[in-house]
T-cell receptor
């Protein structure tokens, strides 16, 4: 079955710096790749997603890139702010399914003011 | 707009007891999902449902039972709780098969 590996497990950056989180997936049939942000005591919230017919997608300070050949995708956060501190999860699914997801292990991002 | 709500938020139960976690959504979403979250594993899909009376297994279904008699409710039952089922459980829903999933606030379950 599908396996999603996420790195790093923890990431600490200074406010204003960029943060990059990387994920690799094993099943070449996967074609939907969402990123979720989870704040303490809350459920995951979708922040950006990408489908396999697109190589890059941007939304203000957040961008996601997808390399289908290498089977990896990355989350880029520019100009980080303290409120970006949270746990971030990548995920993958087949058949463009929005909710039947295989998640990575998570990255705890800490943005120091 | 209540969205998706889970109850209870916290639950402590004893090994061998039956416990039911509730999930209710007000959006009339077709799809609903149950995930468990454990350190080092991210979130893993337990069961999902495409519509009322249609359910299917996810990645880790053993020890769990679900039902969906109404579109808005998707309860998860642990028929005989074990310590390995100590976890945070998240319910989610999506409009249809191909749209994003929205997650509830979670239920922290401890089995002692």
């Amino acid at each position: 079955g599908e396996n999603v590996e996420q790195h790093p497990s923890t990431l600490s950056v200074q406010e204003g710096d960029s943060a990059v989180i990387k994920c690799t997936y094993s099943d070449s049939a996967s074609n939907y790749f969402p990123w979720y942000k989870q704040e303490l005591g809350k459920g995951p919230q979708l922040i950006i997603d990408i489908r396999s017919n697109v190589g890059e997608k941007k939304d203000q300070r957040i961008a996601v890139t997808l390399n289908k050949t290498a089977k990896h995708f990355s989350l880029h956060i520019t100009e980080t702010q303290p409120e970006d501190s949270a746990v971030y999860f990548c995920a993958a699914s087949k058949d463009n399914q929005g909710g039947k997801l295989i998640f990575g292990q998570g990255t705890e991002l800490s943005v120091k003011p | 707009d209540a969205g998706i709500t889970q109850s209870p938020r916290y639950k402590i139960t004893e090994t061998g007891r039956q416990v039911t976690l509730m999930c209710h959504q007000t959006w009339s979403h077709s799809y609903m999902f149950w995930y468990r979250q454990d350190l080092g594993h991210g979130l893993r899909l337990i069961y999902y449902s495409a519509a009322a009376d249609i359910t299917d297994k996810g990645e880790v279904p053993d020890g769990y039972v679900v039902s969906r008699s109404k579109t808005e409710n998707f309860p998860l039952t642990l028929e005989s709780a074990t310590r390995s089922q100590t976890s945070v459980y998240f319910c989610a829903s999506s409009v249809n098969r191909n749209t994003e999933a929205f997650f509830g606030q979670g239920t922290r379950l401890t089995v002692v």
